[in-house]
């Protein structure tokens, strides 16, 4: 029983991971501004949408207009519709503090029940005078953005276009890690059956690749449903998508090669080859192509994959723990794979025998 702690591990894990990983509500955020393009010089009413919201409950709401870090202006009238929606009215002056003909501004809401939350480029204000006096711009945009409410309460953050999706994350990119991991140890076993050739050690390594295997038609699956949500379709001939799919279409060509060999010496050499080759071409397939060019995973074009933009310190409390409950899972699948793969050979060598 000693033995077996590591798999009551990888349950406790994975039992966490999945009541954590979706029962945990999100922060709020703001899902629409609507109209998103408005002109300078002109009374404007705009409906913010929010989501996971509760405007109506709030005793006070403050929000911000953040062109920069120099220039915010503070709007003053508020209608709260619904717990998910407000409507403000603004007057914008003539002239912009900046000379652009187009200023992206950033939306910040802070409400004592619901915390303080941004939307980026949530509204877009364009000027089409020539520039003038921009004194009553200046006092326009010379708001302090203070006394932001914090909500205490343990949540995901709020990703825009991700919104619950991003829930994924315990699985999706656990899921690889775990692949990636299965696919080492099978790397590892195989540069030692090839200097001392044992026919246990092949099982091994086919089982620990078959569940590696296993792992990354899961990991390409949760993808592409992630992908419809987000980017709009279950497969987009992304960069990321393509370097996987050949990823695994190589370690699948592991088992086609197995089958094609009937003597097992010689199978276990050929087969541990490819294994160390099929790891190989992992490496760049994954990990270097991908950041060559542009992608829309994160990771890609500068964009550093989980990086504070992709987790935050309450997401990494279970995104982590999610990697070895994963790739303790993946070892537990392969273990059971090598038993049945040990009991076969040895009902095949009593039939031969016998």
């Known amino acids: 029983m000693k033995k077996n702690w590591w798999k009551g591990l990888a349950v406790i894990i994975l039992l966490s991971v999945f009541l954590l990983g979706l029962l945990v509500p999100l922060n709020p955020g703001i899902t629409s501004v609507q109209p998103f393009s408005i002109k300078t010089g ?41 717990d998910n929606q407000i409507s403000i009215n603004v007057d ?14 950033n939306l910040v809401i802070s409400s004592d029940i619901d915390g303080s939350f941004v939307r980026p480029s949530a509204l877009a204000i364009r000027q089409d005078i020539e520039p003038g006096d921009r004194e009553e ?56 059956y090839l200097k001392k050739p044992d026919h246990d050690l092949d099982q091994k390594i086919t089982s620990l690749i078959s569940v590696g295997v296993l ?15 987000t980017w709009g379709e279950f497969w987009s001939g992304d960069i990321k ?43 760049p397939l994954l990990f270097i ?13 500068g964009n550093p994959a989980l990086g504070g933009e992709d987790l935050d310190n309450t997401m990494r409390m279970i995104f982590y723990p999610a990697i070895i409950g994963w790739t303790l899972l993946g070892v537990w699948m392969a273990e059971i794979r090598y038993r049945i793969l040990r009991l076969e050979w040895k009902q095949m060598e009593n039939e031969m025998n016998g």
């Open 42 to 82: 002109e009374r404007h009413t705009l409906t913010i949408t929010g989501y996971n919201t509760f405007f109506s409950k709030a005793n006070e709401i403050n929000i911000w207009f953040k062109l920069d870090e120099q220039h915010a202006h503070k709007v003053e009238s508020i209608e709260i519709i619904s």
């Open 92 to 105: 914008i002056p003539e002239q912009l503090p900046v000379p652009s003909k187009v200023a992206d501004v």
């Open 137 to 192: 711009s200046r006092l326009f945009w010379s708001s302090e953005i203070k006394d932001l409410a914090n909500l205490s309460a343990y949540r995901f953050p709020f990703r825009n276009i991700l919104s619950e999706t991003i829930r994924n994350t315990y699985f999706h990119i656990p899921m690889w890690f775990g692949m990636i991991l299965i696919f080492l140890a099978a790397f590892i076993l195989s540069l030692k």
């Open 215 to 229: 792992f990354g038609v899961l990991g390409l699956l949760t993808g592409a449903v992630w992908a419809r949500y």
């Open 241 to 283: 998508q393509n370097m996987s799919l050949i990823a695994l279409l190589i370690y699948s060509a592991y088992f086609v090669l197995r089958s094609s060999m009937k003597d097992n010496e010689r199978r276990g050499r050929v087969s541990a080859a490819y294994s160390i080759f099929a790891f190989v071409t992992l490496i």
């Open 289 to 301: 192509i991908p950041r060559l060019q542009d992608s829309l995973h994160p990771g890609s074009g």
